[in-house]
């Protein structure tokens, strides 16, 4: 009768094991967005990628306050040419967001962007298909960034800084 029940105990336990495996990837984001086959989040028609992580939407915050603040770069691709403006903005007051467009690939930026440029909501537009994104963030700040075109919402992500 005990070696039953310590199989059945024993049984229980890897059932519930395997039931939190099939869940480990966004509790081993601690509450970030995972990412979902590459390391690119999926905004609508917005790509945007430059995590620290493949599989989580985490960025490492560098250059530090006497480089222009706490910041991290994300490159933004539009999958095509944008027909209206889309609006991105944080959930956090504490975050704010400086946007360098282009053209053409890989916008020339340098690595760090000074804060006074820094808004709360930063817009994309046509003819730019190319983004560099800086988030200025605290260290350790976890916060919802969204886009928004024409006052409806057409993706969002939590985005967790680390700090550098």
Do not use: H
Not at 3 to 18: E, L
Not at 44 to 63: E, T, Y
Not at 109 to 131: D, E, I, N, W
């Amino acid at each position: 009768m005990r070696a039953v029940f310590v199989v059945a105990a024993t049984a229980a336990v890897c059932a519930v094991a395997a039931q939190a495996a099939v869940r480990a990837p966004t509790a081993s984001c601690g509450g970030a967005t995972p990412l979902r086959g590459a390391p690119i989040l999926q905004l609508g028609p917005l790509r945007v990628a430059g995590f620290g992580s493949d599989r989580c939407a985490v960025i490492v915050l560098s250059c530090g306050p006497k480089q222009g603040g706490w910041q991290a770069p994300l490159s933004i691709e539009t999958s095509q040419r944008l027909a209206a403006p889309i609006v991105l903005r944080a959930s956090s007051k504490a975050v704010t967001l400086v946007l360098v467009g282009s053209t053409t690939p890989a916008p020339k930026v340098s690595r760090c962007q000074p804060s006074a440029k820094a808004r709360s909501a930063v817009t994309l537009r046509a003819p730019k298909m190319y983004f560099v994104l800086f988030v200025f963030a605290p260290k350790n700040a976890k916060f919802q960034l969204r886009a928004m075109r024409g006052g409806r919402q057409v993706g969002s992500a939590v985005i967790s800084a680390s700090g550098g």
